[in-house]
């Protein structure tokens, strides 16, 4: 192999590695400063250093070891310059620092727990989450929501300075916290998967670098918090969910409705994984909670053989209870659909009208009352919702597919 090739070889290691154990080593790093803005940035000096060191001299035997070393070294530098040192210099500079991250489990929670501390925006605990639990670099999370690389570096930027400004240090939230931290935690997980499996704009109907950087996510939530029956709830809805991506658009990128779709390609590895942790979900007790009652109505689509063989009932009934517990008009939206599957579009239609104001520019508001409009026989009416749903559509291959109903009424 040339010098050239195994400089490429060396540095394609480095990544690989950084992805796989970034959130360890710089949870580590953070329990260890007291400061996670501190914490990512010398991770990151750590992980540039080997980017240059590496493929010159060798990657180490240990290379966890190698940059949680190497990065404790520069908290140290840092701690030194400031012209007030506090107490952890000398706990830092003590070598009490073990080779590799232990308590990484802490850890890694801790770190989750801390990118979504209540006092960041949404879209700053999104950015944040995705940099120092996953691992993405500030260009990988540009391109996955598309918006420029400086955004999301002003977005970490400020999150980090929130944090400082809220004196939110890295420690783990106290019992009476636990439930809404979790829950936060859990919904910035959940945000990334359903940006990368509907993806809001763009010509790419799935993001499959987001959806699937928020399955291993749910996955290391659900091994952390195996006690929290959501944890699982919401692994199982997004296994479910991602198990028909592979039937979800043609050979030529346009997406295939639910009723379209050939179900032979389904994943029936993730239809079981995401069943298995529906089941783990139910055995903990307590009730299915918001993302287990849609992960339950995941597994009605994923065991029927087809769309008329569907358990449109049992979905009603689950939307229901779904409705009840976290009312939103999205929510009625959905049970909407399944009630004009379950009894018809005469039934349905009065649902869909009363979220309309709720969500007055929501084109699968208007994309769904012209189906109805159109299963009823009242064209005229449903080739202007449909029309509406186009103009609002900021997808170009959803606005695809109702450019095509639309077609499709004349």
């Known amino acids: 192999m040339s010098a050239a090739a195994e400089t490429v070889a060396a540095r394609r290691r480095v990544e690989a590695l950084w992805r796989i154990e970034s959130a360890r080593i710089v949870g580590a790093l953070a329990r260890y400063t007291g400061d996670l803005a501190l914490a990512e940035d010398v991770a990151q000096e750590a992980l540039a250093e ?20 190497t990065g404790r070294r520069r908290a140290i530098d840092v701690f030194r310059r400031r012209s007030a040192l506090d107490e952890r210099l000398p706990q830092l500079d003590s070598g009490s620092t073990p080779e590799r991250p232990d308590d990484t489990d802490d850890d890694v929670l801790t ?35 598309l918006v420029s690389t400086a955004t999301v570096q002003a977005r970490i930027t400020r999150a980090k300075k929130s944090l ?3 004196g939110a240090g890295f420690e783990a939230p106290r019992d009476d916290e636990l439930g809404a ?18 993806a809001s704009s763009g010509n790419a109907l799935i993001r499959f670098d987001l959806a699937g950087e928020a399955r291993r996510l749910a996955r290391v939530l659900a091994r952390l918090m195996p006690g929290e029956n959501e944890t699982h709830g919401l692994l199982a809805l997004l296994e479910l969910t991602s198990a028909r991506f592979p039937a979800r658009t ?8 639910l009723e379209d779709q050939d179900r032979r390609l ?18 903990i007790g307590r009730g299915l909670g918001y993302y287990g009652l849609q992960a339950a109505i995941a597994e009605c689509h994923a ?24 009312p939103s008009p999205v929510v009625e939206l959905n049970r909407a659909v399944a009630v004009s599957m379950a009894s018809g579009p005469g039934e349905a239609l009065p649902l869909v009208d009363a979220v309309t104001g709720d969500l007055p520019d929501s084109h699968q508001v208007a994309g769904v009352r012209g189906e109805l409009l159109r299963r009823l026989g009242r064209t005229a009416e449903a080739r202007a ?14 606005r695809t597919v109702l450019t095509r109903k639309l077609a499709a009424l004349d």
Do not use: K
């Not at 006092?119 to 391109?143: F, N």
């Not at 063989?309 to 979905?315: G, K, L, M, Q, V």
């Not at 919702?385 to 959803?398: F, H, K, P, Q, T």
């Open 385 to 398: 919702e449909l029309e509406r749903a186009v103009s609002l559509c900021g997808n170009d291959r959803e």
């Open 181 to 198: 931290r979790l829950a936060s935690v859990l919904s910035v997980v959940y945000l990334i998967f359903t940006e990368g499996s509907s």
């Open 266 to 283: 389904w994943d029936r590895s993730a239809i079981r994984r995401g069943r298995a942790a529906l089941r783990s979900a139910e055995r």
């Open 111 to 145: 770190l989750m727990f801390t990118a979504c501390h209540p006092v960041l925006s949404r879209e700053a605990q999104v950015a944040l989450t995705l940099r120092v639990v996953g691992g993405l670099t500030s260009d990988e999370i540009a391109r996955a929501f």
């Open 303 to 326: 065991v029927a053989r087809t769309v008329a063989e569907t358990d449109w009932e049992r979905i009603v009934a689950l939307y229901e209870g779904l409705g009840t517990l976290a």
């Open 50 to 69: 080997a980017l240059v060191n590496w493929p010159r001299e060798g990657v180490p035997r240990d290379p966890v070891a190698w940059l949680l070393t």
């Open 164 to 166: 400082g400004a809220a």
């Open 250 to 257: 043609g050979s030529d990128g346009e997406p295939v409705l």
